[in-house]
Each structure stands twice: as structure tokens, then as C-alpha cells.
Nanobody, 121 residues
């Protein structure tokens, strides 16, 4: 049902910054989590950061202190501000949405198409 559209990826130098955006369309449950995952070349997809509809956040240890996730619930949009980027951040970044019928229920998962982030000098 939900469709996620990502933007903001690109090529940056080490130490640079990027801001990713993801907007969800369709009917979205009030109880949900939006976030970002990434898949480096030749590796599996991994969690980057998530934020619940209640405002709770979760970050991978590798991005704590450098990345900041935020949401605009009125726009059904989630952002990822990425600072002090390094080569290890190079990956295809995917937006994720998990919707819940009620607290503690199984999640219904949606994925964006991915946006490429390349960090290179």
C-alpha cells in the first residue's frame, strides 16, 4: 500500500555532509516506524537509524554522533542528516516504513527504491 520515494544521495568528499529525504504516500498507520538502512557494495543490508511515530530513535553504533534522523509527520517524511562522512558510509541507502495495527502487533514493511551515497576523494 505505502510507497516510499527517496532523494538526496550523491557523491561527496570525506568529511562532507548529505541530507537524505524519504516521503511515504498512501494510507499510513498512526503507529509506525520510519528509518534508513544501507547496503555497502558486496555486503548485506544493515540498519542505520530509525524513528518511531512516538519520537524514539535508534542508531547503529557506526553512525552515532554523525547522523541524525528526523521526521515531519505532517508530510509523512523522514530525513537523515549525515555529517562527517567517510568511505565506509558508501552504500545504497534505503528508506524503510514499518506499520502496526496496534502496539506490539506484527509489522507491515515497505521499502524505498534506494538512493546511492558515495564518499570518495
Amino acid at each position: 500500500q505505502a510507497q516510499l520515494v527517496e532523494s538526496g544521495g550523491g557523491l561527496v568528499q570525506p568529511g562532507g555532509s548529505l541530507r537524505l529525504s524519504c516521503t511515504a504516500s498512501g494510507s499510513i498507520s498512526d503507529i509506525n516506524t520510519m528509518g534508513w538502512y544501507r547496503q555497502p557494495p558486496g555486503k548485506q543490508r544493515e540498519l542505520v537509524a530509525t524513528m518511531t511515530s512516538g519520537g524514539s530513535t535508534n542508531y547503529a553504533d557506526s553512525v552515532k554522533g554523525r547522523f541524525t534522523i528526523s521526521r515531519d509527520n505532517a508530510k509523512n517524511t523522514v530525513y537523515l542528516q549525515m555529517n562527517n562522512l567517510n568511505a565506509e558510509d558508501t552504500a545504497l541507502y534505503y528508506c524503510n516504513l514499518e506499520q502496526y495495527r496496534w502496539y506490539g502487533s506484527p509489522a507491515r514493511t515497505s521499502w524505498g527504491q534506494g538512493t546511492q551515497v558515495t564518499v570518495s576523494s
